[in-house]
Each structure stands twice: as structure tokens, then as C-alpha cells.
């Protein structure tokens, strides 16, 4: 038989070890009387209502319970010791406490009933469920955020299970297949495809699932789409895999392309009648400026005999007769020549080659060097780059820029011309590839400028915008534009009437069709 002392140190062992057990608890422990009043309370359930133990112990549990709980706690009690009938002793549940701060937080509680020999004791577990109900609520709202931009969503949303039956549709999608969204709902998704991918989809799916091999998955592609009447249309599909905690399911995002089609159409149709057009424009000005050299020969050929053999028998009327007609027949070449010149620029254009625009601008400089002495123009000028371009074309650019500022001089200062040169990266509104590098040439005067409201029509072909006072075609700047674009690049202008112009000219270091 076991001594008395050894049974009361392994009751005192077991009591110590009990209490270390409640007392170091990560949920609050607390044990009422059959009145409610509170005759222990362990460390963390008085850190959880905000209360060190001395404070709880000995008063009534409902001062840890918001209203309406707080006033009906008693009646409760008595009902349960009446009918023996608890709404939580045995069972738990969600419930409000009530802190010291009083501020009200949500915890599980669950009571259990101990019937000691001379008493009824009654003991609560408190879990504190705050920081879980913060964390369902940020993920419900998440869920209806997500659930919106979804409904809302522009594009066609879809996911399917690995069978391929559709579990979600979004209203674009639905409208842009033609149907309900319930009437899709439980269906293949290959009722949304045209043949042969509608018999085909469930053999591409197995394939993906047994190779591993994705044809689409993960990378989009433009595809076809069967609407309910049996239309076709086209749409850019891009499709996720998304691997959920007990399966896997696809998404695919539909971005309807049908207008962008059209579009694509219209501009391919819009680009080769303008290349026909421009293709006949440019045969026309070239056999038509041809057919005119022969008849212009003739005039000037008889012009010049009568001036040279007749004119002093001719009367003075008869002089001046000749005198004006070979003056025309002179404008008459020379507008001739502009327009061959025009036409020459793509239609028998050269294959690019490596250009120092150095040395084309010393050439230039060195071919206009009498007018340059004549007019006591100074030009000043930085170093130009390096770029892949057609010679003859830099030559007649330079030619006609340079010309252009020393025409448009003003008649009491003689002209100054700046030409430099920047490098900089392509421009999304630059007309070659974006990303490209390119150089910008900059020619400027102080010249007599002109008004920026014209300046779309300078660069059109036979456009003037000084009347008589200035001779020309109004080709010059037109074929600059043509050479400029052809290079990767365009031309424009900066001026003021009275001021001076600075043409901008852009021009591609590479050849723009590489």
C-alpha cells in the first residue's frame, strides 16, 4: 500500500503541473460558479479582455460581455439549472467579448459543466478570433474586388476545368459569343469553336496534359470563335494555368479582334492603291516630262536661230517676242527637270551605301561656291555623322537646302548658314521603326522665314508661298520631304517671318528596311 505522503506529493505534482498547463495557455481559460461568478481566470484570458486576473476574479462574468449578452447572462443561467437545456454548455460557438477599453472583438467559446462534490463549476475556452475575422474580411473583399473587375471587365474571361467544361464566364464573354451565361455554364468549351478545333479541342487538351507540350498555354495567339447564330469571327486568345489546392483549371482571357481586322484589311487595300497610284503618278510625271523634252528642244532650238540669224530684222514688238518666249521655254526646262528630279527620288532610286554627309556637304559646298562668293553667304558648320543612305539623294537635299537659304535672303544682310547635327533614339512620332537611332540635321538662316500657319504647304509639290518675287517650281522642298522619308526619317521647319528658318531634318543611321 502506498504512504499518504508519497499520494499527496503526486496530487501536489499533478496540481502544479496543471496549473503551469492553464497558466501558460495560448487561449484564455476561465471558470465561474453556478452564479456566473468568476473564481478563476488564467494569464491569457486576462490579457485578451484587457484585465490583470485580481480585476475579473470574484465578480460576475458578464462585465466581459457586451449588451445585449451583459443584462441576460443571469436569465441564462437560471434557465439552464431550470431545464437543463444549454443554447452553448457542451456545444460552442461564435460569440462577442467585451475588452476593459470597451471595445468589442469576436472569439469561439466553448464551456464545459465539472459537478464537484459540494459544487457546479462551469468552464470557458476563449480563442480570439480577431486577427482571422480581419483576415476573411480582407479576403472577402479581395474576392469582390477580383469578382468585379471580372464582370466588369472589356475582354472575355472564361476558365474551364481539365475536361474542358466551362465553370465561369463573364458577361463580355457571354455577349461576345452571343449567348446567356447560364446557358454555357456545364457545357465543352469547344461549343464556342468552329471547326476543325471544335472536334479537335478535347485531343489538345489531353495532349498538353500527357506531353506537357503547350501550344498556346501561357503564350496567346489569334484564333476563331463561333458565335451562337454560327458566325466566325476572330479574337486573341491568352490562357493561364492555375493550379487550385485539390486541381488545376484554365483560364482564357478573349480579346475580340474583329474591328482591328477590318481595319488592318481597309489599311492593306488603302496601301496598295496608293502604291499603284503612286507608282502611276510617278510614271506619269517621268514619260510625261520625257515626251515634253522633245517638243521644249524644238522651241528653243528655232527661238535661238531667230535670235541669233533674224532678230535684228525683226521689229521691236518681234524682239521682244523672242525674248519672252525663250525666257519661258527656259522656265519651262527648268520645271521639267524639278519634276524628273521628283519622280527619280523612289522611282529609280540606288541601293544605299555607306555616306560620309561630310564629305556630300563639302561637294555641295564646293558646286555652289560662285552664288556662295556672289551673295557673301557664311556658312558655319559642326560635323555631320556617318549613316547608310543613297548619295546622290544626300547631294540633292543638301543642294536644295542650301539653295533654298541663299535665294530666301534677306535683301539688306547677307546670308549666314548654320549646319550641325544631333544623334539621338527614334521618337514614337518619327516614321521609321521606334527604338531606331537616328540623326537630326539642323540648317539654319536669317532669311526672311516665313508664317508657321504654312508650313504643311511648303513640303507639298508645286506649292509657293511668295507669288512672283521668287522664281521656282515649288518642287525643291517636296523632294527633300520624298528623299527624307525614303531615308527613315522626315523633314520640318521652325520660323518666323523676318527671323530666319530652321529646317529639321531626320534621317535613319541604318538603312529603315533592314
Do not use: W
Not at 495557455?25 to 491569457?44: L, Q
Not at 540669224?309 to 527656259?330: C, T
Amino acid at each position: 500500500m502506498e504512504a499518504p505522503s508519497n499520494h499527496y506529493e503526486q496530487r501536489m505534482e499533478n496540481s502544479t503541473r496543471l496549473k503551469a498547463i492553464i497558466d501558460t495557455a495560448i487561449d484564455g481559460i476561465i471558470t465561474i460558479d453556478s452564479k456566473g461568478i468568476v473564481e478563476t481566470v488564467n494569464p491569457a484570458a486576462a490579457r485578451i479582455f484587457g484585465y490583470a486576473p485580481e480585476e475579473v476574479i470574484g465578480r460576475n462574468v458578464k462585465m466581459l460581455m457586451p449588451e445585449p449578452d451583459r443584462s441576460q447572462h443571469d436569465q441564462y443561467i437560471e434557465n439552464y439549472h431550470r431545464t437543463g437545456v444549454g443554447q452553448i454548455i457542451g456545444k460552442g460557438r461564435e460569440v462577442l467579448g467585451r475588452k476593459k477599453d470597451g471595445s468589442v472583438f469576436p472569439f469561439l467559446l466553448s464551456i464545459s459543466e465539472v459537478r464537484l462534490k459540494d459544487k457546479q463549476l462551469f468552464t470557458g475556452i476563449v480563442h480570439d478570433i480577431t486577427e482571422l475575422k480581419k483576415a476573411e474580411t480582407a479576403l472577402r473583399e479581395s474576392e469582390n474586388k477580383i469578382n468585379s473587375i471580372i464582370q466588369a471587365a472589356v475582354d472575355g474571361i472564361i476558365t474551364i476545368d481539365t475536361r474542358g467544361i466551362i465553370e465561369m464566364v463573364n458577361p463580355s464573354a457571354a455577349r461576345l459569343f452571343g449567348y446567356d451565361a447560364a446557358e454555357l455554364l456545364g457545357k465543352s468549351i469547344n461549343i464556342l469553336m468552329p471547326e476543325p478545333d471544335s472536334s479537335r479541342h478535347d485531343g489538345y487538351i489531353h495532349h498538353y496534359q500527357t506531353t506537357g507540350e503547350k501550344r498556346i498555354i501561357g503564350i496567346g495567339r489569334e484564333v476563331t470563335g463561333k458565335r451562337k447564330d454560327g458566325s466566325v469571327f476572330p479574337f486573341y486568345l491568352s490562357i493561364s494555368e492555375v493550379q487550385l489546392a485539390d486541381r488545376k483549371v484554365y483560364t482564357g482571357f478573349v480579346h475580340d479582334i474583329t474591328k482591328q481586322k477590318l481595319t488592318e484589311e481597309r489599311l492593306r487595300r488603302y496601301a496598295a492603291e496608293l502604291e499603284r497610284s503612286n507608282r502611276e503618278l510617278q510614271d506619269f510625271a517621268y514619260v510625261s516630262s520625257h515626251d515634253l523634252q522633245e517638243p521644249l528642244r524644238k522651241i528653243q532650238a528655232f527661238g535661238d536661230r531667230l535670235k541669233t540669224k533674224e532678230y535684228d530684222n525683226l521689229s521691236g514688238q518681234g524682239r521682244d517676242y523672242v525674248d519672252r518666249m525663250l525666257n519661258a521655254a527656259s522656265r519651262m526646262q527648268n520645271l521639267i527637270n524639278d519634276l524628273l528630279d521628283f519622280s527619280r527620288v523612289t522611282a529609280k532610286s540606288r541601293p544605299f551605301v555607306r555616306v560620309k554627309l561630310d564629305e556630300i556637304l563639302t561637294e555641295v559646298i564646293s558646286d555652289l561656291e560662285v552664288t556662295i562668293e556672289q551673295t557673301g553667304t557664311e556658312i558655319i558648320r559642326s560635323p555631320l555623322p556617318e549613316i547608310e543612305a543613297e548619295p546622290t539623294q544626300m547631294r540633292q537635299l543638301f543642294q536644295n537646302l542650301l539653295s533654298n537659304a541663299i535665294k530666301f535672303r534677306k535683301e539688306s544682310e547677307s546670308p549666314i548658314i548654320n549646319i550641325y547635327a544631333k544623334s539621338l533614339q527614334r521618337q514614337a512620332h518619327l516614321t521609321a521603326t521606334p527604338g531606331d537611332e537616328v540623326a537630326e540635321i539642323y540648317i539654319e538662316d536669317n532669311g526672311i522665314g516665313f508664317d508657321e500657319k504654312y508650313l504643311d504647304r511648303i513640303f507639298n509639290i508645286f506649292q509657293r508661298l511668295e507669288g512672283q518675287r521668287y522664281e521656282g517650281s515649288g518642287i525643291g522642298l517636296a523632294v527633300c520631304r520624298k528623299i527624307a522619308i525614303r531615308h527613315g526619317g522626315d523633314i520640318t521647319a521652325r520660323s518666323q517671318p523676318g527671323v530666319g528658318t530652321r529646317f529639321i531634318i531626320t534621317l535613319a543611321l541604318k538603312h529603315p528596311e533592314e
